[in-house]
């Protein structure tokens, strides 16, 4: 991908706010200025940065371990065997506060990576803010793929997927006061997209608005949009799941029937954290300790 792409997310009024991308990215961890908001539009960086050799996986990840952010940043980036097209400079964990440009907006917050699988985040944030703060997320990027995948620096083809499934197993420990939720925030040439799998009963649907109901992989689901039209889609699921497999491929090909994703769309970004709005004033962990991401060509 090459220069910044602007994709119009949750708007910045009410009480929702999207995810923002991390972008930034290095070769080693990072910690880099704290983001503003950007006006009710995420914005997308792109990396399409491509080092000759990418390191060989001799473990979970031969990039960074151990990796500590005290503060917004990225760790990374990673090779990681258990996401499909990850390659040793293209997938990274984010400690993602964007909406935390304003002295005192946001309460501490650290996190803690050993690799994509295994990573955690410590978050202090007010009691009764209803608003998105920050998202912790692991990201992998979806163009410059090796092997048998897409090659060159083109982004992925929705059409040219015959799967894409992610497996994961995340803790929220929340409190009384925490409003969060576990999603996926997957970015398309037609804009971003987001499935929620465990949101926490403050956190209900977040503003937006009820629209249809569906399945994938076979569980239920509440389609939400958020901003009216041409606003955010949210696939909520309809009971949370802390572990489970998500078939995030299904969940694309129906917003496509519905018309929210364009049927030529490519895939950009797949990633998958916590949205944290709140945490009732006290210092709540959130933590990963599986994820997988698989993605099959046609």
């Known amino acids: 991908m090459a220069g910044v ?10 009480p929702f706010t999207a995810a923002e991308p991390a972008g930034g990215h290095s070769g080693v961890a990072t910690v880099v200025p704290d983001g503003t908001d950007s006006g009710g539009k995420a914005v997308q960086p792109s990396t399409d940065v491509s080092p000759p050799s990418p390191p060989s996986p001799t473990s979970p990840t031969s990039a960074v371990a151990a990796c500590r952010l005290p503060g917004d940043g990225t760790c990374g980036p990673y090779s990681y065997p258990r996401i499909t097209n990850s390659n040793g400079y293209n997938t990274y964990v984010a400690n993602q506060m964007w909406s935390c440009g304003a002295p005192g907006s946001c309460g501490p917050e650290t996190l803690t990576a050993d690799h994509p699988g295994r990573w955690s ?17 692991v990201q992998q990027l979806f163009n410059n793929w090796g092997g048998n995948g897409f090659n060159g620096g083109s982004d992925t083809p929705i059409s040219g997927l015959a799967r894409l499934v992610s497996t994961y197993t995340e803790h929220m420990h929340e409190t009384n006061g925490t409003l969060a939720q576990a999603a996926y925030d997957v970015w398309t040439s037609s804009g971003e997209i ?26 239920p689901f509440t389609f939400y949009v958020y901003g009216g039209a041409g606003g955010l889609p949210i696939i909520k699921l309809d009971t949370n799941q802390r ?10 090909r129906w917003l496509q029937s519905k018309g929210y994703v364009a049927k030529n769309a490519t895939i950009s970004q797949v990633n998958f954290g916590w949205e944290i709005c709140s945490t009732g004033g006290v210092a709540e962990t959130f933590e990963v300790t599986d994820y997988s991401l698989t993605a099959t060509p046609n």
């Not at 792409?5 to 009410?14: E, S």
């Not at 926490?200 to 076979?218: C, F, P, Q, V």
């Open 121 to 137: 985040v410590t978050s202090t944030q007010k009691a009764g803010n209803t608003a998105v703060l920050t998202y912790p997320h």
């Open 194 to 219: 987001m499935i929620w799998v465990d949101t926490t009963s403050l956190r209900g649907s977040g503003g937006a608005e009820k629209l249809d109901s569906g399945t994938i992989g076979g569980l």
């Open 243 to 252: 572990s489970g497999t998500i078939d995030i491929l299904e969940g694309l």
């Open 5 to 14: 792409m602007v994709l119009l997310a949750a708007r910045a009024a009410g």
